[in-house]
């Protein structure tokens, strides 16, 4: 997973990598990308058969994305469920150290 290829920086949205049948359509697209404008991104078996993730960039004072942090797992282990509570734990973790690099979120 790439950070800057998944942050939309003019909002800070992260957003998951599109399932194939979805980059057909723009509105299918749009629908997609709203809802998950949460701040963190979802990879529920897209790059690996096997694997969810969630990520959450780092970014820095000047709101450039310096890093981000990841959080991957074998399926078997890492439901759903687990991977949306994961998300959010490294999406607030990515805040703070944020925070603490000097970003202030618009």
């Given at each position: 997973?790439?950070?800057?290829?998944?942050?939309a920086s003019a909002t800070h949205c992260l957003f998951?990598?599109?399932p194939p049948d979805a980059a057909s359509s723009l509105s299918a697209t749009r629908r997609y990308g709203a809802r998950h404008c949460e701040g963190f991104a979802i990879d529920d078996r897209q790059i690996l058969e096997h694997a969810r993730a969630?990520?959450?960039?780092i970014f820095g004072a000047d709101g450039e994305v310096?890093?981000?942090i990841v959080v991957i797992g074998p399926t078997?282990?890492?439901t759903r469920a687990k991977v949306r509570t994961f998300a959010?734990?490294?999406?607030d973790t990515a805040r703070r150290v944020?925070?603490?690099?000097g970003y202030?979120?618009?």
């Open positions: 997973m790439s950070c800057g290829s998944q942050v998951t990598v599109l969630a990520a959450a960039p310096l890093a981000c078997m282990r890492v959010k734990s490294v999406r944020s925070r603490e690099l202030a979120a618009p």
